[in-house]
């Protein structure tokens, strides 16, 4: 850690750890080339061989593994422990992976909590997302989805979308639970629907009328309103 020049209270131990650090402070490196280019960030802490190695400025990050956060440059309160965790993060902020390869590959997605061998693969820019399970599949940029399962087969997916309002659970069997002011469930079968709640008689009317138009040909089927 020969760089320092303003920063204090800095721990380094392994060849490269910590080599280029200027003011940052309250860093703990152990590993080689853990925190390699950091020069302003603080209060991080990087366990394992390349954990952290490119932040630069980013702050109150917790790698913990093998190239976790390798690729985080200003990304802040991050939390990665396993083998390459949040690897591929270089500005995302405030992310949680546990696990090998968890959330490997999301590069600026915020918000975002993983538990489990490879939980959120295939999520690159995703929000407030919660994927728990091994190798539980999440899409490039989906916002707020909660995915629990294995794989992408037998997982329950929960998914809210701020302007439509509508949700989606997917269990093995493949129900849908759909929420909106109307909604269609075409013809596929075991599908929940739960309508707006409208306030007044006039307004039921309405809802009854959507739940029987909402489902063309689909069997097993409930409606709520």
């Known amino acids: 850690m020969p760089v320092t020049t303003s920063g204090g209270y800095n721990t380094a131990l392994g060849y490269w750890s910590l080599i280029t650090n200027t ?15 950091n020069t302003s960030g603080f209060s991080n802490s990087a366990f394992g061989y390349y954990s952290l190695l490119n932040n ?6 917790v790698a913990d593994g093998q190239g976790s956060l390798m690729n985080s440059k200003t990304g802040n309160n991050n939390a990665a422990v396993g083998v390459n965790a949040l690897l591929g993060v270089t500005s995302g902020s405030q992310n949680s992976a546990f696990g090998t390869i968890a959330l490997e590959n999301d590069s600026s997605g915020n918000y975002n909590t993983a538990g489990g061998y490879g939980a959120g693969i295939g999520c690159y ?22 995915r629990l399962g ?18 989606d659970f997917a269990f ?33 009317s309405q809802a009854d009328s959507a739940s029987a138009t909402a489902f063309t040909s689909g069997n097993y089927d409930t409606t709520f309103h």
């Not at 003011?23 to 280019?37: K, Q, R």
């Not at 037998?154 to 701020?162: A, C, I, K, N, V």
């Not at 849908?176 to 008689?201: A, C, R």
């Open 125 to 146: 820019s995703c929000t407030g997302g919660l994927y728990l399970g091994s190798n539980v599949v999440a899409g490039a940029t989906e916002y707020s989805w909660i």
């Open 56 to 61: 630069t400025t980013g702050n109150n990050n």
């Open 23 to 37: 003011t940052g402070y309250n860093n703990t490196a152990l590993g080689h080339a853990s925190m390699y280019w």
């Open 172 to 204: 093995p069997l493949k129900p849908k639970v759909s929420y909106s002011s109307n909604p269609t469930m075409g013809s596929s079968d075991f599908n929940v629907l739960i309508n707006k709640e409208y306030g007044d008689s006039a307004a039921h």
């Open 150 to 167: 294995t794989g992408n087969t037998d997982t329950l997916r929960l998914s809210y979308d701020g302007a439509n309002k509508w949700w």
